[in-house]
């Protein structure tokens, strides 16, 4: 690896210009992360490192080689920095942030990260993948597990988008209004397909068009293999979902089949597959219109367990629909609902 430096500015600038971005969606959404972690470093209220106790007037003058094997906790400190309250609030400082805007925001630093490295930017003895490793384990493990948060009902928002009326001033452009009903059909079929498999953002954006049978004969439901996470593949099974997503096929005017089934419509990436930015956003702007307050994909997940956990399913079961690697963490996830059932069991 080299041992050539350039400052962190000079770098995220070179980033924003080469790296390889999903959509312009993603490219907003990770340079406002960095951003984010800049402010982190800038933090006097939160010197833990040995990198913020260098001298320097703004983060941006520090050089990628200003970072040690004793800041490789950096993401760790990172995300529990978006995690807390302000030491002194600012109208500009949003912090807390939710559990999934800080995956978000630390997958963009990642990115970043990780763009730099391949540079030859970063002194040997920072090791990223042991700093993300670090992360994982020490905060997105231990806040997945006992930050679930349980919904009653998530039905009203998966049906949000199934009967929403254009905007009036859309009715007389023919063109605009096609296009605003693409959104809403695939914004729908998304929605069911989260509800009906359970299944993580990135592995229903990765499906493609070809996975879903569309011929003469309908099949009642589709088993496609995905790749989880730590490469870990398992199979989602798609029922009920299967008539919203033909409907948003069919409204596509016979798309390919090696083309994404979930794509962005915006004129500008027209085609390109629907990055997670957007995908939230779908949930969100359903969840807020309904008044439901902070609702987030993963959530549809907790709620599609419990589906299966109230209709008998084993923890193995569970496991293998969801995909989860652990027995340990399903059993650990939702022990509590698995208590609720075994005494409503014996009950009756």
Not at 167 to 173: A, E, Q, V, W
């Amino acid at each position: 690896m080299s041992n050539s430096s350039v400052t962190l500015e000079e770098s995220f600038r070179i980033y924003q210009q080469q790296a390889n971005f999903r959509s312009q969606h993603t490219l907003l959404a990770y340079r406002r992360a960095v951003e984010l972690f800049f402010d982190f470093l800038d933090d006097r209220s939160a010197k833990i490192l040995p990198i913020q106790h260098k001298t320097y007037v703004t983060a941006c003058q520090l050089s990628t080689q200003d970072f040690s094997a004793q800041d490789q906790s950096v993401l760790l400190h990172f995300a529990q920095w978006l995690a807390q309250e302000p030491h002194k609030p600012k109208r500009s400082d949003k912090r807390p942030y939710a559990f999934a805007t800080i995956e978000l925001r630390v997958a963009g630093v990642h990115h970043w990260l990780s763009f730099i490295q391949s540079q030859g930017w970063l002194p040997e003895g920072f090791d990223l993948a042991v700093a993300y490793q670090q992360y994982r384990d020490d905060f997105l493990v231990e806040r997945s597990n006992s930050h679930v948060v349980f919904v009653d009902d998530l039905s009203p928002l998966v049906r949000y988008y199934d009967h929403l009326e254009p905007p009036r001033h859309l009715l007389k452009d023919e063109a605009r209004l096609a296009r605003w009903e693409l959104v809403r059909l695939r914004n729908r079929a998304f929605l069911h397909c989260l509800a009906d498999t359970g299944g993580r953002v990135s592995e229903l954006l990765s499906l493609n068009v070809g996975d879903i049978p569309t011929g003469s004969v309908l099949r009642k439901s589709v088993t496609i293999t995905v790749v989880g996470k730590s490469n870990h593949p398992y199979e989602i099974h798609i029922q009920s979902a299967l008539p919203t997503i033909r409907a948003y096929i069919f409204q596509r005017k016979t798309p390919k089949n090696d083309e994404p089934l979930f794509i962005s419509h915006d004129q500008r990436y027209e085609g390109a597959r629907m990055s997670r930015v957007v995908a939230w956003r779908i949930v969100r702007r359903a969840a807020k219109a309904l008044g439901m307050g902070e609702v987030s994909p993963q959530m549809f997940r907790h709620w599609r367990a419990l589906q299966l956990i109230a209709s008998g399913a084993t923890p193995q079961e569970v496991r293998d629909i969801l995909g989860h690697r652990s027995l340990e963490t399903v059993r650990s996830l939702y022990a509590d609902a698995w208590s609720q059932q075994n005494t409503q069991s014996n009950i009756e």
